[in-house]
């Protein structure tokens, strides 16, 4: 099973329609039925999860490949969290795999754009070419860094358009 399932960061007011597979796998010594749940922790009523096949039977060292449909029929705001339980029936353990999943309208704070050196904001502070800092909430999905030179045009599904150039991000 994966360790974890992310629909990502996605903006304010889309639809989502995703179907992630992932491998369940009896490591047990005999045939085990195994069943497999969505339990919503942050839930909105304009999605479905469905996961396929909900339970199955696997012989020792037998695996099968379990479907996770999720579909909104309106558009998404917010965040939705959850996990999938696989529980065996043998054994009575269960397996948690957490899901997410964000919706949010990325916003930059009035005055967020300034020099990265000094910090100051306005249109007389920052010069084409120079490197800015950008403060708001919502701006990416997590933390990342660019790895190589050339710089990402790209982080933690973040893009920065600056006069309609994406601009490269550290």
Same mark, same amino acid.
């Given at each position: 099973a994966p360790v974890s399932i992310s629909f990502g960061a996605r903006a304010s007011g889309g639809f989502l329609a995703s179907t992630t597979d992932f491998s369940v796998?009896?490591?047990g010594t005999g045939p085990d039925t195994f069943t497999v749940t969505v339990k919503p922790?942050?839930?909105n009523a304009n999605l479905t999860l469905a996961v396929s096949p909900q339970s199955f039977t696997l012989g020792a060292g037998g695996s099968s490949v379990v479907t996770l449909t999720a579909n909104s029929s309106q558009p998404m705001h917010g965040t939705i969290e959850g996990t999938l339980a696989?529980?065996?029936?043998?054994?009575?353990?269960?397996?948690t795999v957490p899901y997410w999943g964000t919706f949010l309208q990325p916003h930059v704070n009035?005055?967020?754009?300034?020099?990265a050196a000094?910090?100051?904001s306005g249109p007389s502070s920052i010069a084409a070419g120079?490197?800015?800092s950008i403060?708001?909430?919502? =701006?990416a999905n997590?933390?990342?860094?660019?790895?190589?030179?050339? =710089?990402a045009h790209s982080l933690a599904g973040t893009t920065v358009t600056i006069g309609g150039t994406v601009a490269p991000l550290l």
């Open positions: 796998t009896n490591v922790t942050v839930s696989i529980q065996s029936q043998s054994s009575q353990s269960t397996i009035f005055g967020g754009v300034v020099n000094s910090l100051i120079e490197i800015v403060f708001g909430s919502d =701006l997590g933390t990342d860094v660019t790895p190589t030179v050339p =710089l």
